[in-house]
């Protein structure tokens, strides 16, 4: 997990809380208000530090964990951030009975988020790369980077040489001593207030400020020049190593450095009263239930992986194995799909789900919003975005690509036992398809979404997205920071963080960078998860079409389906209509069928009976994540354009084994 800036960032994803008496604010630039009692003043004041003490122990196990990759020894870096986290929920229960209910459900959505793996953005994993940012030469990686933690939930690199490894601990250990320092200016500032003295935390900001410069001044000769593949961001880096400029940046900048994202956030654990301060960007917030029998906990979290192995199997009619369905695979399309599968899940995470009541270890889940979760991007509810933009890929013909960007359209809503790991939930789609064919002709692969990755200096794809030098042909050099790449006329080029690291040269996509052309329209998807085992067998329609998953009401003799806008197709058109007999469908379009038979072609009408087994967690009342699979069967209705109902056989059925892990929090 990650160092000091991490914490800074993090402590960004809260939002205006209020508490009960009108008190003073703090004024200048720190939001919040001075408590209202003692009692109020010693909790604050805890947990601030409780929080301090937990991104400095969280920076020192990142710091042993990079110290025994770079010597090729082992560190138990989930151990030593388990009992980071033991130590500082041990903190807060001491203080409990003296808080305000916001502030400790302010403190339970923090912990989360910082302690969350490295794909959500703002979690002490994901910011580790802000030290250990410029990567040693690793032949046998592709691209040549070398990942402290390439398996588990870490971002960051292994330095390239000794000097590279005490900068990077040394701006780790500098970071998280800011931080914990600023955090102190705040505590002292809170009491001063409390007394009626100053709320002026300025000069002690400032020292603290002079501090670490004074170490970072000591800390550059080590950090630049520097071996390895100059990873860092530049700029604000000048020559990609971690020198004083990136330093400097990290905790001196006025809207991402240390001190003005703790600042920003002071109100949030200092919070002010109703009367003064309302929150008009969230909306209601669902009500969540403490569940005792599940190890206390409101929440229930899901992380998508990389899948390994075989989830699921596609069956001929005759029950012998036409496919079988890898696990972290996407499968689409009827019997003559031309896309080629599986499609690559991305790897992301976490998808957050309320835990609305309980009886036993039984649990009814609900969705979480934006509010509770801090981000749109890991909330259950409708308008939530569910995963970064998907890529599909067409290698055979790619101008029929698709970028796919799926959007929640009912809340979450399912079951689960926290016993046993079982999970049952639906979480209705609507996926937006962008047909904008390879948005990178001259770089290898293709890129259909846009992606977030560094860019092209020379050869012939100047100028265009690379992870690695290979991907720069005709002599042209990778590097640079992570910008946004979506073609020639892209409104979103900036700085991005990748969200996901699976999927080839179609990735990594990036929350951070949405399509913004190409637009053909959305279609629904009735999409619902389980960690049990789902199945659908086709169904024949004599005369008409066998080996039927998906029926959509279909005329006969133009081939349209009912839906379709072009006036040359029958009338009265109702919509789109799923069936499963004819009896089902209206008169101008009489005949239940798919595009064509079958399914996850080519050469797939025989198929008959699709099945994904999932997998569940096990006890998750054991603290830390649990191995767990998810697992989906569902139907694709047509998206009436032609050119991607035709290569990826539309209207047909859909699968999808989500492998990665399962965690109760709060």
């Given at each position: 997990m990650k160092l000091g800036l991490a914490g800074v960032v993090a402590l960004s994803f809260f939002f205006v809380v209020a508490p009960t008496r009108a008190q003073a604010p703090f004024g200048g630039e720190d939001p919040g208000c001075?408590?209202?009692?003692?009692?109020?003043?010693?909790?604050?004041?805890?947990?601030?530090?409780?929080?301090?003490?937990l991104i400095t122990s969280v920076a020192q196990c990142h710091r042993n964990q990079a110290d025994a990759a770079f010597f090729g020894t082992t560190f138990d870096e989930a151990t030593c951030t388990n009992n980071a986290r033991a130590a500082f929920e041990a903190t807060v229960a001491g203080v409990?009975?003296?808080?305000?209910?916001?502030?400790?459900?302010?403190?339970?959505a923090e912990e989360t988020l910082l302690l969350a793996p490295k794909q959500v953005s703002g979690s002490l994993d994901n910011q580790n790369a802000a030290a250990y940012c410029n990567s040693r030469f690793n032949s046998n990686n592709n691209p040549p980077i070398d990942p402290i933690d390439p398996s588990g939930d870490d971002a960051g690199f292994i330095p390239p040489?000794?000097?590279?490894?005490?900068c990077a601990d040394g701006i780790s250990a500098n970071l998280a001593k800011l931080l914990s320092a600023v955090l102190k200016c705040h505590t002292n500032m809170a009491s001063s207030g409390f007394r009626?003295?100053?709320?002026?935390d300025e000069s002690c900001e400032n020292a603290a400020l002079s501090v670490y410069d004074a170490t970072a001044q000591k800390l550059a000769p080590s950090c630049s020049p520097c071996a390895g593949l100059h990873t860092c961001p530049h700029p604000p880096s000048s020559n990609g190593c971690p020198d004083l400029n990136w330093q400097l940046f990290l905790a001196h900048n006025a809207t991402q450095g240390a001190v003005a994202q703790v600042d920003g956030t002071n109100g949030l654990l200092y919070p002010c009263p109703t009367t003064t301060t309302t929150s008009t960007t969230c909306p209601p917030q669902v009500t969540?239930?403490?569940c005792p029998t599940c190890a206390g906990a409101s929440l229930l979290n899901f992380t998508t992986g990389i899948g390994t192995g075989s989830c699921g199997t596609a069956l001929n009619t005759a029950g012998g194995t036409f496919k079988n369905l890898a696990c972290g695979g996407l499968y689409t399309g009827g019997g003559g799909n031309s896309v080629p599968l599986p499609?690559?899940?991305?790897?992301?995470?976490p998808l957050v789900l309320a835990i609305s009541s309980c009886s036993g270890t039984s649990m009814t889940l609900s969705n979480t919003t934006a509010c509770q979760t801090g981000s749109n991007e890991t909330c259950s509810s409708a308008g939530c975005l569910y995963g970064p933009p998907l890529p599909i890929p067409n290698a055979a013909?790619?101008?029929?690509?698709?970028?796919?960007?799926?959007?929640?359209?009912?809340?979450?809503?399912?079951?689960?036992?926290?016993s046993t790991g079982d999970v049952n939930f639906s979480l209705p789609l609507s996926s937006e398809l962008f047909l904008v064919g390879d948005l990178y002709p001259n770089a290898p692969g293709i890129q259909v979404c846009p992606v977030c990755n560094h860019t092209c200096t020379g050869g012939s794809n100047d100028t265009g997205p690379c992870n690695s030098n290979a991907d720069c042909p005709s002599g042209g050099t990778c590097g640079g920071s992570n910008v946004c790449h979506g073609g020639p006329s892209y409104t979103h080029n900036g700085p991005c963080m990748p969200n996901d690291t699976n999927l080839g040269s179609s990735g990594p996509t990036s929350f951070d960078c949405p399509p913004d052309f190409g637009s053909i329209g959305t279609i629904p998807i009735a999409y619902a998860l389980t960690t049990g085992t789902t199945s659908k067998t086709a169904v024949n329609n004599p005369s008409i079409q066998n080996n039927v998953f998906c029926g959509f009401c279909r005329d006969p003799f133009s081939g349209c389906f009912d839906g379709d806008p072009n006036p040359a197709c029958p009338s009265p058109n109702t919509g789109v209509t799923a069936c499963t007999t004819n009896a089902g469908c209206p008169a101008a379009y009489q005949f239940c069928e798919q595009r064509n038979a079958g399914a996850f072609g080519p050469g797939g009408g025989a198929a008959h009976t699709i099945t994904e087994t999932g997998t569940p967690g096990g006890d998750l009342r054991v603290a830390g994540a649990h191995a767990s699979t998810l697992v989906s069967v569902f139907c694709i209705p047509p998206t009436f354009n032609g050119t991607v109902d035709s290569s990826g056989d539309l209207p047909g059925p859909g699968a999808t084994a989500l492998q990665g892990s399962a965690q109760l929090g709060n």
């Open positions: 001075v408590p209202d009692t003692r009692d109020h003043l010693t909790c604050s004041n805890t947990v601030v530090n409780g929080f301090a003490q409990a009975a003296k808080c305000p209910p916001a502030v400790l459900s302010h403190a339970a040489d000794a000097k590279g490894l005490k009626g003295g100053s709320t002026d969540t239930t403490t499609e690559t899940n991305p790897d992301y995470g013909a790619p101008a029929t690509s698709v970028c796919v960007v799926n959007t929640i359209t009912q809340n979450a809503a399912g079951t689960g036992d926290c």
